[in-house]
T-cell receptor
Framework: AQSVTQPDIHITVSEGASLELRCNYS??????LFWYVQSPGQGLQLLLK??????LVQGIKGFEAEFKRSQSSFNLRKPSVHWSDAAEYFC??????????FGAGTRLTVKP | SQTIHQWPATLVQPVGSPLSLECTVE??????LYWYRQAAGRGLQLLFY??????ISSEVPQNLSASRPQDRQFILSSKKLLLSDSGFYLC????????????FGPGTRLTVT
């Protein structure tokens, strides 16, 4: 069955520390891969996407993600977290326009 | 550039009352449109999607319905709300005939009392 797993429900990091949010998927083929961010009470904003090519993709707000086919993973990273990065992060995967699946989300708290 | 609007932003409705949430997209033509419901700790659940006017596909049997009366307008409705309909409803769009990313509206917080 197709699925997306974000193993970490909640992560706390100190401001200035590095960040890695995990995402694993199970799909019959290599899907398109996305990371979104959601501030409280707001919609989702696209951070970055992977369709094909270079497995390290750069996104907005200093985020990057690496696609690892052998591990079926698409982890999100940022070298130095800012207090404004506190939000909920969603990994999403899809093959067709009508089958995008979202992980349950990881809530990021940033300590001063 | 494209923008997506949703209203109302918040809504409190009694059980058994009707519902109408509206979503409009500007700056693009023939988008795919989507309605999602978000429950705390459970990610997003796709409720409906539409690839054109009058074309609605339902993903989950429920108390809700959707309509697309115009190319860039998507409406989520219910005749009689249930307590379980409470949640955060998100509308999204994507470029038609593509498998690319979806762009989300600001959402509507619905509380059924």
């Amino acid at each position: 069955a197709q699925s997306v797993t974000q193993p970490d429900i909640h992560i706390t990091v100190s401001e200035g520390a590095s960040l890695e949010l995990r995402c694993n998927y199970s799909y019959g083929a290599t899907p398109y891969l996305f990371w979104y961010v959601q501030s409280p009470g707001q919609g989702l904003q696209l951070l970055l996407k992977y369709f094909s090519g270079d497995t390290l993709v750069q996104g907005i707000k200093g985020f990057e993600a690496e696609f690892k086919r052998s591990q079926s993973s698409f982890n999100l990273r940022k070298p130095s977290v800012h207090w404004s990065d506190a939000a909920e992060y969603f990994c999403a995967v899809g093959v067709r326009y009508n089958d995008m699946r979202f992980g349950a989300g990881t809530r990021l708290t940033v300590k001063p | 550039s494209q923008t997506i609007h949703q209203w109302p932003a918040t809504l409190v409705q009694p059980v058994g009352s009707p519902l109408s949430l509206e979503c409009t997209v500007e700056g693009t033509s023939n988008p795919n449109l989507y309605w999602y419901r978000q429950a705390a700790g459970r990610g997003l659940q796709l409720l409906f999607y539409s690839v054109g006017i009058g074309q609605i596909s339902s993903e989950v049997p429920q108390n809700l319905s959707a309509s697309r009366p115009q190319d860039r307008q998507f409406i989520l409705s219910s005749k009689k709300l249930l307590l379980s309909d409470s949640g955060f409803y998100l509308c999204a769009w994507s470029f038609g005939r593509a498998s690319g990313e979806q762009y989300f509206g600001p959402g509507t917080r619905l509380t059924v009392t």
